[in-house]
């Protein structure tokens, strides 16, 4: 496993954009699964982008096209660019590295984002 740390949230207005970044503490190259999650209060985490190999992409149904994970193995990292916020993103921003399928994910702190309306 590796160790995954988040950073970039914070508070931002309505309608205003934020960048997460995630590093990990080993390659993530080859990992089967690199992801951003969301967690509020009394809800079930859920996913907000997420690769699945190399390069197979998904997002959460509400995203609608406002977020773009991308990632950078040369830095060992991956990060969450969050355009056009609403509260009801407002949410712990968690990262995760899943090196292979057959193996348990690495799960970052989280990063706060508070979108003020």
């Known amino acids: 496993q590796v160790q995954v740390v988040e950073s970039g949230g914070g508070l931002v207005q309505a309608g205003g954009s934020l960048r997460l970044s995630c590093a990990a503490s080993?390659?993530?190259?080859?990992?089967?699964?690199l992801g951003w999650f969301r967690q509020t209060p009394g809800k079930d985490r859920e996913k907000v982008a997420r690769?699945?190999?190399?390069?197979?992409?998904d997002y959460g149904d509400f995203v609608k096209g406002r977020f773009t994970i991308s990632r950078d193995n040369a830095k060992n990292s991956i990060y969450l660019q969050m355009n056009n916020l609403t509260s009801d993103d407002t949410a712990a921003y968690y990262c995760?590295?899943?090196?292979?399928?057959?193996?348990?994910?690495?799960w970052g702190q989280g990063t706060q984002v508070t979108v003020s309306s």
């Open positions: 995760t590295v899943r090196l292979k399928w057959s193996a348990p994910g690495s």
């Open positions: 080993g390659s993530i190259s080859s990992a089967a699964v």
């Open positions: 690769f699945t190999g190399a390069s197979h992409v």
